[in-house]
């Protein structure tokens, strides 16, 4: 729908309101619960603090209590702090430009209280008593002495109480909750210094000790499995001193949602630093795999700016390519002295490095942002395809041809002769090839596996590729929508059941879908601290990873897309097909494919993947006819 601003629309100028202005100011810092959490707590941190417990109701929306035992704030100040632009942390422009703390800019609980009730709790440590002020959609409602604590104590009751519109826009719950588990893990894991306990709805989801080393920390959020594969980097140059722990290859993800970088203390997201790892790795990685990784940049504070954007999670650099370079030589420094790679001394010009100077240097200015990464920027398992050269036209050159429509299989394949003629044609034509009689597929001779992925055959008239892959994820998806359409789906009970140990991200979100879980064939139970017990897992994809399985049905829920539950489960039976099918480069005997043909023949829809992408493509004679130029 178009949607068209009439004249009558645009009004006078005018000057906002105060009330306006600060549910503004409120949406460009406050967009979800967690935005809470991460403001209140690096005002907390920045108060030298060495204890936090954040506490949470209905995911964040009834309540948010977050307390420290830090400096404290005295009356006065404690006034002070809610009106905007009130900070202790800068004090003129200049300073924005060498910031060291982790708040500044003064909007921060200004924003908090503009839509929220919220109450502040605080004493400072050389007081005999503290201050207690009570905020509803930014105006004072009272403020009294209090006996409470030494540090800060901060309540946001209803958040969003008086802007219910962006309520709207908050995803599912147990996203939301995701967002807050992973916003308190990313602090707890960098400020080891710093207790961190996390609890929801009476439940506790992190609790981390004080401690001098990040790999304690690591072990308390990722297992000691995890922390046990972790490599330390301990680095410094002209540039920078960076610290931390990079995952050894045998440790990899299916996703980034492991990799945590600082800058200066802060959380942030950059696309130099994260060129910088997959570069390191460079080789070393498997397809669609991701290294964990912990990373501590401390840089002058006057090469960067963090005031780009209101979360202050992304910055600018002055000097992407030194960034860049020091990263890289941390993670290679460590991955060699490991001995994890034996190539640390290339040639020059042909480092990913020498390729990032080079693309640094074609920007407008040193200071624009790094080059944003894609799936095809980032060098995987001993391939580099940035390196490789294009596709080239040429008079002479023969253009493969083209994946062909749903239509195009059904119309060209199957009218053919009588199976039987054909199948008995075909068992003459190539005697050493194993023939196959289908009913829906057409009669075909399985001739050979090519590079492990595709299977060639020998069909009427032509020759058949088909991908090994999504013949079986399409038998899968199909059996597991039929159970599911008759709600019987066949569980498998694990022998011995599975102790998974899951992050408080992840935990937020098993927690809050046991039910849909249970409906897909998972039986599971909590085990202690983000810890589950998995006794039961669906059938029908039979001996596939119990762990893989899981994996898959939590990275389809961990999208956080509202949608119905017919569409979320379908969506998750995809994800899980996929998962479990035979993958590309893996080995497949003939009898093994033409089992997985037969299955496929049984399906409604033999000719497509779920995901919408052919499973047979054929080249009919007249077409190799012509590619050998014996046809015009």
């Not at 009004?11 to 105060?18: D, F, G, P």
């Not at 009218?415 to 044609?425: G, I, M, P, Q």
Request: charged share 20%; aromatic share 6%; net charge negative.
């Amino acid at each position: 729908m178009l949607w068209i601003i009439k004249k009558s629309d645009i009004m006078a100028i005018h000057v906002l309101s105060e009330e306006v202005i600060n549910k503004i100011a409120a949406g460009e810092v406050i967009e979800r619960p967690a935005s809470v959490i991460k403001e209140l707590m690096e005002n907390s941190i920045d108060a030298n603090s060495n204890y936090l417990e954040i506490d949470v109701k209905n995911y964040g929306k009834d309540l948010i209590r977050v307390s420290d035992n830090g400096s404290g704030m005295a009356r006065d100040d404690a006034l002070l702090s809610v009106q905007r632009h009130a900070t202790s942390k800068i004090a003129n422009a200049d300073d924005l430009f060498s910031i060291s703390t982790l708040g500044f800019r003064g909007e921060a609980l200004a924003s908090i209280a503009a839509v929220s009730r919220t109450i502040i709790l605080t004493k400072r440590h050389d007081a005999d008593e503290g201050t207690k002020i009570e905020i509803e959609g930014g105006n004072l409602l009272s403020s009294s002495s209090i006996g409470t604590a030494k540090g800060t104590t901060i309540e946001v009751h209803n958040l969003f109480f008086n802007t219910p519109a962006r309520m709207k826009f908050l995803k599912q719950d147990s996203i939301e909750l995701k967002a807050i588990a992973d916003v308190v893990t990313r602090y707890a894991l960098l400020y080891s210094n710093v207790a961190f306990r996390l609890t929801h709805n009476g439940h506790n989801l992190l609790s981390t000790a004080s401690t001098p080393d990040l790999i304690n920390n690591l072990s308390s959020v990722y297992g000691k499995d995890a922390a046990r594969q972790m490599i330390k980097i301990d680095f410094q140059d002209n540039a920078a001193e960076i610290h931390g722990y990079i995952s050894k290859p045998s440790l990899l993800k299916n996703d980034r949602s492991y990799q945590s970088f600082y800058v200066n203390g802060r959380y942030v997201k950059d696309d130099t630093i994260t060129q910088a790892l997959y570069d390191a790795f460079h080789s070393l990685l498997f397809v669609n795999k991701h290294p964990l990784a912990l990373l501590s940049i401390k840089l002058n504070p006057d090469s960067i700016d963090v005031n780009v954007h209101p979360s202050k999670a992304i910055i600018k650099f002055s000097q992407p390519v030194k960034v860049y370079q020091s990263v890289f030589n941390a993670i290679r420094t460590a991955l060699r002295e490991n001995s994890l790679i034996t190539d640390y001394e290339v040639r020059e010009e042909n480092t990913p490095l020498a390729k990032f100077n080079t693309m640094a240097s074609n920007q407008n200015t040193i200071e624009q942002k790094a080059p944003a990464i894609s799936s095809m920027q980032i060098p995987f398992a001993g391939s580099n395809l940035n390196s490789m050269p294009p596709m080239q036209d040429s008079p002479n050159s023969v253009q493969p041809s083209s994946l062909i429509t749903t239509n195009e299989i059904q119309n060209t394949l199957l009218n053919t002769k009588e199976t039987e003629a054909v199948l008995s044609e075909l068992s003459t034509s190539s005697p050493a090839a194993e023939a196959v009689l289908l009913s829906k597929l057409p009669a075909m001779k399985i001739l050979g596996q090519i590079a492990k992925t595709y299977f060639l055959a020998e069909a009427d008239n032509g020759l058949l590729l088909i991908d090994q892959h999504v013949v079986q994820e399409r038998a899968f998806y199909e059996k597991f929508m039929e159970q599911m359409m008759h709600n019987s789906v066949a569980v498998q009970n694990l022998i011995t059941p599975a102790v998974i140990e899951f992050t408080p991200a992840e935990y937020a979100v098993v927690s809050s879908n046991l039910e849909l879980m249970s409906s897909l064939g998972f039986q599971i139970e909590e085990f202690g601290l983000n810890t589950f017990i998995l006794r039961t897992v669906p059938s029908v994809f039979g001996r596939i990873q119990a762990k893989e399985l899981l994996q898959a049905l939590l990275e389809e829920l961990s999208t956080g897309e509202k949608t119905s539950i017919e569409k979320l489960k379908e969506s998750i039976i995809t994800r899980m097909a996929c998962r479990a099918s035979i993958k590309g480069g893996d080995d497949c005997s003939i009898p093994q494919f033409i089992s997985m043909l037969k299955e496929l023949d049984k399906c409604a829809m033999p000719w497509t993947c779920p995901h919408g992408r052919p499973i047979i493509i054929k080249f009919s004679r007249d077409e190799i006819e012509k590619m050998f130029r014996r046809k015009n």
